[in-house]
Protein backbone atom coordinates (compact mmCIF):
# COMPACT_ATOMS: atom_id res chain seq x y z
CA UNK A 1 0.00 0.00 0.00
CA UNK A 2 1.64 3.31 -0.95
CA UNK A 3 0.49 6.60 -1.09
CA UNK A 4 0.23 9.07 -3.69
CA UNK A 5 0.78 13.09 -3.51
CA UNK A 6 2.52 15.22 -1.10
CA UNK A 7 0.77 15.26 2.44
CA UNK A 8 0.60 18.08 4.81
CA UNK A 9 3.03 18.24 7.21
CA UNK A 10 2.06 16.96 10.72
CA UNK A 11 1.43 18.90 13.42
CA UNK A 12 2.52 18.91 17.50
CA UNK A 13 0.40 17.42 19.53
CA UNK A 14 0.45 20.30 21.98
CA UNK A 15 -1.93 19.61 24.96
CA UNK A 16 0.77 16.29 25.45
CA UNK A 17 3.49 19.11 26.08
CA UNK A 18 1.14 21.65 28.15
CA UNK A 19 0.18 18.16 30.67
CA UNK A 20 2.19 18.08 33.39
CA UNK A 21 1.62 14.37 33.87
CA UNK A 22 1.69 13.59 29.92
CA UNK A 23 4.24 16.16 28.68
CA UNK A 24 6.95 14.45 31.56
CA UNK A 25 7.16 11.05 29.38
CA UNK A 26 8.27 12.75 26.08
CA UNK A 27 11.53 14.75 25.00
CA UNK A 28 9.69 15.66 21.82
CA UNK A 29 7.27 16.88 20.69
CA UNK A 30 4.36 14.15 20.06
CA UNK A 31 3.18 14.45 16.49
CA UNK A 32 0.02 14.29 15.00
CA UNK A 33 -0.39 10.34 12.37
CA UNK A 34 -2.44 11.55 9.77
CA UNK A 35 -0.06 10.15 7.07
CA UNK A 36 2.56 7.30 8.69
CA UNK A 37 4.97 6.57 5.74
CA UNK A 38 7.99 4.10 5.70
CA UNK A 39 9.99 2.95 2.82
CA UNK A 40 8.98 3.42 -0.51
CA UNK A 41 5.96 5.95 0.58
CA UNK A 42 4.46 2.77 2.05
CA UNK A 43 0.92 3.92 4.05
CA UNK A 44 0.47 2.33 7.78
CA UNK A 45 -2.96 1.78 9.30
CA UNK A 46 -4.88 1.28 6.01
CA UNK A 47 -7.69 -0.89 6.92
CA UNK A 48 -7.81 -4.08 4.67
CA UNK A 49 -10.28 -6.43 4.51
CA UNK A 50 -12.19 -9.01 2.43
CA UNK A 51 -15.59 -7.32 0.93
CA UNK A 52 -17.93 -10.59 0.81
CA UNK A 53 -16.85 -14.00 2.19
CA UNK A 54 -17.25 -17.22 -0.69
CA UNK A 55 -20.22 -18.74 0.14
CA UNK A 56 -19.51 -22.09 2.35
CA UNK A 57 -15.98 -21.25 3.18
CA UNK A 58 -14.63 -22.50 6.32
CA UNK A 59 -12.67 -20.47 8.72
CA UNK A 60 -11.08 -21.36 11.99
CA UNK A 61 -11.90 -18.83 15.27
CA UNK A 62 -10.03 -16.35 15.98
CA UNK A 63 -7.39 -16.81 19.51
CA UNK A 64 -5.50 -14.09 19.45
CA UNK A 65 -5.40 -11.47 21.66
CA UNK A 66 -4.12 -8.02 20.25
CA UNK A 67 -3.00 -5.60 22.46
CA UNK A 68 -4.34 -1.94 22.69
CA UNK A 69 -1.90 0.01 24.97
CA UNK A 70 -2.10 3.53 25.71
CA UNK A 71 1.60 4.81 26.31
CA UNK A 72 2.92 8.31 26.92
CA UNK A 73 -1.06 9.49 26.83
CA UNK A 74 -1.13 7.94 22.65
CA UNK A 75 -2.71 5.13 21.83
CA UNK A 76 0.01 2.08 20.73
CA UNK A 77 -1.44 1.24 17.89
CA UNK A 78 -3.93 4.04 16.50
CA UNK A 79 -5.96 1.32 14.51
CA UNK A 80 -6.67 -2.03 14.72
CA UNK A 81 -8.78 -4.72 13.36
CA UNK A 82 -10.99 -7.43 15.34
CA UNK A 83 -12.91 -10.40 14.51
CA UNK A 84 -16.26 -10.36 16.01
CA UNK A 85 -16.10 -11.82 19.49
CA UNK A 86 -12.36 -11.50 19.63
CA UNK A 87 -10.77 -10.57 22.63
CA UNK A 88 -8.74 -7.19 22.57
CA UNK A 89 -6.56 -6.67 25.44
CA UNK A 90 -6.24 -2.65 26.50
CA UNK A 91 -3.61 -1.68 28.95
CA UNK A 92 -2.95 1.45 30.77
CA UNK A 93 0.84 1.78 30.68
CA UNK A 94 1.09 5.15 31.91
CA UNK A 95 1.30 5.95 35.66
CA UNK A 96 -1.99 7.92 36.22
CA UNK A 97 -5.37 7.55 35.35
CA UNK A 98 -6.68 7.11 31.68
CA UNK A 99 -10.43 6.21 30.81
CA UNK A 100 -11.23 3.73 28.06
CA UNK A 101 -14.95 5.41 25.90
CA UNK A 102 -15.95 2.77 22.97
CA UNK A 103 -18.45 4.81 20.92
CA UNK A 104 -19.64 2.28 19.09
CA UNK A 105 -23.38 2.33 17.34
CA UNK A 106 -23.91 -1.29 16.09
CA UNK A 107 -22.15 -2.51 18.98
CA UNK A 108 -22.54 -2.02 23.10
CA UNK A 109 -20.23 1.10 23.88
CA UNK A 110 -18.19 0.65 27.62
CA UNK A 111 -15.91 3.09 29.49
CA UNK A 112 -14.39 2.46 32.40
CA UNK A 113 -11.31 3.44 34.21
CA UNK A 114 -7.45 2.26 34.62
CA UNK A 115 -5.80 4.34 37.56
CA UNK A 116 -2.26 2.02 37.58
CA UNK A 117 -0.27 1.26 35.37
CA UNK A 118 -0.18 -2.16 33.70
CA UNK A 119 -3.93 -2.82 34.19
CA UNK A 120 -5.48 -4.71 31.29
CA UNK A 121 -9.07 -5.15 30.55
CA UNK A 122 -10.40 -7.51 28.35
CA UNK A 123 -13.31 -6.61 25.57
CA UNK A 124 -14.37 -8.01 22.08
CA UNK A 125 -17.62 -6.94 20.20
CA UNK A 126 -20.00 -9.16 19.02
CA UNK A 127 -21.35 -7.17 16.05
CA UNK A 128 -19.27 -5.73 12.52
CA UNK A 129 -18.98 -2.14 12.98
CA UNK A 130 -16.33 0.01 11.01
CA UNK A 131 -14.21 2.94 12.91
CA UNK A 132 -15.08 2.47 16.44
CA UNK A 133 -13.82 5.46 18.57
CA UNK A 134 -11.90 4.81 21.39
CA UNK A 135 -11.40 8.07 23.52
CA UNK A 136 -10.04 9.13 26.83
CA UNK A 137 -12.15 11.84 28.26
CA UNK A 138 -9.30 12.89 30.77
CA UNK A 139 -7.18 13.06 28.06
CA UNK A 140 -9.26 13.78 25.04
CA UNK A 141 -6.59 14.47 22.26
CA UNK A 142 -6.37 10.22 22.80
CA UNK A 143 -7.89 8.49 20.21
CA UNK A 144 -7.67 4.78 18.72
CA UNK A 145 -10.10 3.09 15.95
CA UNK A 146 -10.78 -0.28 16.10
CA UNK A 147 -12.83 -2.13 13.32
CA UNK A 148 -14.74 -5.24 13.19
CA UNK A 149 -15.28 -7.94 10.68
CA UNK A 150 -17.21 -10.97 10.65
CA UNK A 151 -14.41 -13.31 8.81
CA UNK A 152 -10.49 -13.07 9.74
CA UNK A 153 -9.57 -11.93 6.38
CA UNK A 154 -8.60 -8.13 8.02
CA UNK A 155 -5.48 -6.24 8.56
CA UNK A 156 -3.70 -2.77 8.91
CA UNK A 157 -0.66 -2.28 7.20
CA UNK A 158 2.29 -1.46 8.84
CA UNK A 159 5.07 1.38 8.39
CA UNK A 160 5.80 -0.12 4.92
CA UNK A 161 2.51 -0.32 3.67
CA UNK A 162 2.71 -4.51 4.19
CA UNK A 163 0.07 -6.41 5.86
CA UNK A 164 -0.89 -9.62 6.01
CA UNK A 165 -4.46 -11.96 6.85
CA UNK A 166 -4.23 -14.23 9.67
CA UNK A 167 -5.60 -16.67 7.65
CA UNK A 168 -4.63 -17.53 3.88
CA UNK A 169 -7.74 -16.98 1.18
CA UNK A 170 -8.62 -19.55 -0.72
CA UNK A 171 -7.65 -19.34 -5.03
CA UNK A 172 -9.93 -17.81 -6.60
CA UNK A 173 -11.19 -13.87 -7.24
CA UNK A 174 -11.72 -11.68 -4.32
CA UNK A 175 -12.53 -8.06 -3.51
CA UNK A 176 -10.64 -6.27 -1.26
CA UNK A 177 -11.34 -3.19 0.42
CA UNK A 178 -8.48 -0.58 1.79
CA UNK A 179 -9.54 2.32 3.98
CA UNK A 180 -7.65 4.73 5.24
CA UNK A 181 -9.27 7.70 7.72
CA UNK A 182 -7.90 10.29 5.91
CA UNK A 183 -6.88 9.33 2.41
CA UNK A 184 -10.32 7.43 1.72
CA UNK A 185 -11.27 4.03 0.19
CA UNK A 186 -10.16 1.99 -2.69
CA UNK A 187 -11.55 -1.92 -3.47
CA UNK A 188 -9.40 -4.00 -5.71
CA UNK A 189 -10.46 -7.40 -7.20
CA UNK A 190 -7.88 -9.52 -6.96
CA UNK A 191 -6.93 -13.55 -8.56
CA UNK A 192 -5.76 -15.55 -5.57
CA UNK A 193 -3.66 -18.28 -7.46
CA UNK A 194 -3.91 -22.28 -5.80
CA UNK A 195 0.02 -22.74 -5.47
CA UNK A 196 1.83 -19.34 -5.74
CA UNK A 197 2.02 -16.33 -4.07
CA UNK A 198 1.60 -12.52 -6.10
CA UNK A 199 2.43 -9.42 -4.94
CA UNK A 200 -0.45 -6.96 -5.02
CA UNK A 201 0.37 -2.94 -5.00
CA UNK A 202 -2.56 -0.18 -4.25
CA UNK A 203 -2.51 3.25 -3.59
CA UNK A 204 -4.45 5.74 -2.05
CA UNK A 205 -3.84 9.40 -3.00
CA UNK A 206 -3.96 12.90 -0.45
CA UNK A 207 -7.45 14.01 -1.18
CA UNK A 208 -6.81 17.65 -2.73
CA UNK A 209 -7.91 20.46 -0.70
Not at 49 to 58: I, Q, R, W
Request: glycine content about 6%; charged content about 20%.
Amino acid sequence: MRLEGTPPAEREITPIRADRLCGALHTNAVLTRRYVLGKERGLANVVVSLVAVPPGLVFQPATEKPLLDQVGCVYEPPVITLTTQQVVRIRNSDPFLHNVNAQARANRGFNFAQATAGQVNEKSFAEPESGIRLICNVHPWMAASVSVFPHPFHAVTDQDGRWRFSQPLPAGRHELEFNHRTAGTRRVVVEVGATEAAPLEVSLEVPQS
